[in-house]
């Protein structure tokens, strides 16, 4: 007692230390270890609350604005969308509204989803269009460092990490219209001065612009779907659809770098980059605006006009706006997700790592099929092809599993009421063949082996890579509705920088482990990953219920679906009091 008396008088009063008291000396160190730990976990539980508290009241404001856009109510003058001033008219969709993007004509839709394919296979395109022009690049402007020789395309990868962060949320506030339209004309701008290139520096700086402006559609156009698909089913096949684009453009590019490159020089690569982007322009131009919000402002600002009353608002025009309200939310909102949500890490660290590895490929298939066998630069590019079928045969398997799971809700199975049922099996298929065509490509890549057995790999890889991406993408979708496009965007930002930076380990991996080793280790990583769709399936519920934003749009629309059996209640009761009168 009197050890500990000293070490506590100690503490309160340092010049008084007992420093011949052993106690004193082992306790008074630990004392101050706890009072630090104290003060961390206060630290850390203001920050938790603060998060915490801004995702409340973001999910709140989205959720405001998306329910008054789509509650059924009169225009312009209803009660029912009148608010706290007797004056102000807040308006919102009629029911069956042909403007409702919900209730567009499926050939109209069918539009919105082929354009969006054709904006997001340019941008993708332009990612590893310089892949089999590196060699003559590098010539040109006198680069001899492999680790230099990686930078043109992770720059364009790097912006593919910044435009998210900015697009994603920047549609859910100014429309996905504008947001896609300057993107792209951005885009193409860039990719025209990449071919006018004067030197190595200017052309990095061109590839990052580039790959800014790019990232638009990869972070928006999930969004754009969930804006016109209410119907998850329609909205799975729809971003099916999309991931076949994000395939088909990174594949092509080297086919065509690798056969142009040689004959007409480096730049042509990117004069073709710029005609296949001159083209889509045209039906870019004749994308619609999907967002409710937006479109309900502008019939708002008509009804103002038309109708001489400054009084009729929609509901985005009453939300809190300004820069610190961008700043502190909307563009925060990404980021919040990827540390404070467990189903956007999750997602995103699985993602991350098969899109890193599939960026990596670019940079391994060269040492394998041109070091190893002997190929020429173009005859290379080909080897990515099996990959492309792989993907299609993905799209294929998705739609088959689309009809089963659509048979199996109208025999109202128990397990399609589960959420997680609905995607995720398909990760649980395309985990594992991603692994297989991994170790695959690993152990068949040797010169006593002909080059079709290894190029071969690429089909489980490529079924594998969109399958994965397919349940885990709509998994986001479908679980965070509203806030798709931040989640996608946390998506996207946090895949593109596994994409930039893995790459730059192909070369040191491959020549130190050799292709075996190299592959095997990259399988082993997948293989850890695959655990998540799996774990999402056994405790999905239970982690959604742990989220802000799940819990909250959960809560809401439990409480409208109350609303709306009260409301028909009460229409059946007064339908029986009116009865006998009728009678009579």
Not at 265 to 291: C, D, H, N, S
Request: glycine share 8%; charged share 15%.
């Amino acid at each position: 007692m009197a050890s500990y008396t000293k070490s506590h008088h100690a503490q309160q009063d340092p010049e008084s230390r007992d420093v011949e008291s052993p106690l004193a000396r082992e306790l008074l160190p630990r004392c101050r270890y706890s009072s630090n730990r104290l003060q961390g976990a206060e630290i850390h539980t203001r920050l938790s609350r603060i998060v915490s508290g801004i995702d409340q009241s973001d999910a709140e404001e989205r959720y405001k604005i998306e329910a008054a856009d789509n509650k059924i109510t009169s225009l312009p003058a209803s009660d029912a969308t009148s608010v706290a001033s007797t004056q102000r008219r807040v308006i919102s969709w009629e029911r069956n509204d042909s403007e409702n993007p919900f209730n567009w004509s499926s050939g109209r839709k069918a539009w919105v989803v082929l354009v969006g394919m054709l904006v997001v296979v340019n941008s993708t395109m332009g990612s590893s269009l310089p892949s089999n022009a590196i060699p003559f690049i590098s010539a040109d402007f006198h680069i001899t460092s492999s680790y230099a020789q990686v930078l043109p395309i992770s720059m364009y990868l790097i912006g593919y990490v910044l435009g998210p962060l900015l697009f994603g949320p920047l549609s859910e506030t100014f429309g996905r219209k504008a947001i896609m339209t300057s993107t792209f004309l951005a885009y193409t701008i860039f990719t025209m001065a990449c071919a006018l290139s004067p030197n190595w520096a200017a052309l990095l700086i061109f590839r990052l612009l580039t790959g800014v402006n790019a990232s638009s559609p990869i972070s928006v156009i999930g969004g754009v779907y969930a804006d016109m698909y209410e119907n998850p089913v329609t909205r799975g096949r729809a971003m099916a659809v999309f991931m076949s684009g994000t395939c088909v453009g990174p594949l092509v590019a080297p086919i065509i770098s690798g056969f142009i490159s040689p004959v007409k020089g480096w730049r042509w690569t990117f004069w073709i980059g710029l005609m296949v982007a001159g083209a889509t322009l045209p039906a870019l131009a004749t994308l619609p605006e999907t967002f409710g919000p937006i479109l309900l402002a502008k019939r708002a600002a008509k009804l103002r006009k038309s109708t001489n009353n400054p009084n009729i608002f929609a509901p985005i025009e009453l939300e809190k706006k300004g820069w610190k309200q961008m700043a502190t939310v909307t563009l925060t909102r990404p980021i919040r997700m990827i540390f404070f949500e467990f189903i956007v890490l999750a997602t995103c660290l699985y993602l991350s790592l098969a899109y890193g590895i599939f960026y990596l490929f670019f940079e391994a298939y060269p040492i394998i099929f041109r070091d190893l066998y002997g190929q020429s630069s173009g005859i290379s590019g080909l080897m990515f092809l099996p990959i492309g079928g792989g993907s299609v045969l993905a799209v294929l398997l998705f739609l088959w599993y689309d009809g089963f799971l659509r048979n199996a809700q109208k025999q109202n199975r128990a397990w399609t009421r589960k959420e997680e049922a609905r995607r995720l099996p398909l990760a649980c298929v395309g985990g594992p063949l991603y692994v297989v065509s991994l170790f695959w490509l690993g152990w068949t890549a040797r010169l006593d082996v002909p080059f079709y057995v290894p190029m071969l790999a690429g089909v489980p890889f490529g079924m594998g890579f969109v399958l994965i991406f397919m349940a885990l993408l709509n998994y986001l979708t479908d679980a965070y509705e509203i806030f798709a496009a931040s989640a996608m965007a946390a998506s996207s930002c946090c895949r593109s920088l596994a994409g930039a930076v893995l790459p730059f380990a192909a070369t040191p991996m491959f020549a130190r482990l050799g292709v075996d080793w190299a592959c095997s280790l990259l399988a082993f990583l997948s293989l850890g990953m695959c655990v998540i769709p799996f774990m999402f399936l056994w405790k999905g519920d239970v982690i959604r219920e742990g989220s802000k934003f799940c819990n909250f749009l959960k809560e809401k629309k439990q409480k409208e679906l109350e609303e709306l059996e009260r409301e028909r209640r009460d229409m059946e009761g007064l339908g029986s009091d009116e009865a006998p009168g009728e009678k009579a």
